[in-house]
């Protein structure tokens, strides 16, 4: 609704804005694109305009999406997940994002799948291995090592350290 407002108060006309996605009718002005940068900068959003950004992008949502708010991990190779989603070659879509965010699509898959595993931990209502079986890890062990080379800690302790920090505030 915001993307939509700014949009027409310029004079911009568009096709679409969905999940703020504006698909411009026509090349607009430098003036109009820095306005449309500014104001949307005020609302606290990001103009997106090249390209490789907007793909960028895209490739964190889906990957976002499918471990934070999908009640399953899809069962398929996660690099043919994001490839049939944002159709695109994952190869095309692996080399765009290390170039651009320094790091593997696959780091940014295991960094979100740590922090995942951290909330579930958290909740107390998941055993490690049943938190193995949700996340798709081939072993406990597996899941133990990327989260110790990602946190420094061990699963278990991370819990600990959480038990005694409510422990602590409880007792405040």
């Known amino acids: 609704m915001m993307v939509k407002e700014e949009l027409n108060k310029l004079g911009i006309k568009y096709v679409i804005v969905d999940l703020g996605i504006a698909d411009i009718l026509e090349e607009i002005t430098f003036k109009q694109r820095k306005l449309l ?6 609302l606290g959003l990001e103009l ?5 950004s907007i793909l960028i992008d895209r490739i964190k949502s889906a990957i976002i999406e499918m471990i934070h708010y999908s009640d399953d991990l899809p069962k398929m190779n996660y690099s043919n997940y994001i490839s049939e989603k944002l159709e695109y070659d994952y190869t095309y879509l692996a080399n765009t994002f290390s170039e651009v965010k320094g790091i593997t699509i696959q780091h940014f898959i295991i960094m979100h799948k740590i922090e995942k595993v951290k909330e579930l931990l958290l909740y107390e209502e998941l055993n490690l ?25 061990c699963p278990s302790t991370y819990r600990q350290m959480h038990e005694k920090r409510s422990v602590n505030l409880e007792n405040m």
């Open 37 to 42: 940068k500014e104001n949307l900068s005020l």
């Open 129 to 153: 291995s049943e938190i193995c079986y949700k996340m798709h890890y081939s072993s406990v062990a597996h899941l133990s090592n990327q989260f110790k080379k990602i946190t420094g800690l």
């Open 48 to 52: 997106l305009d090249d390209k490789k």
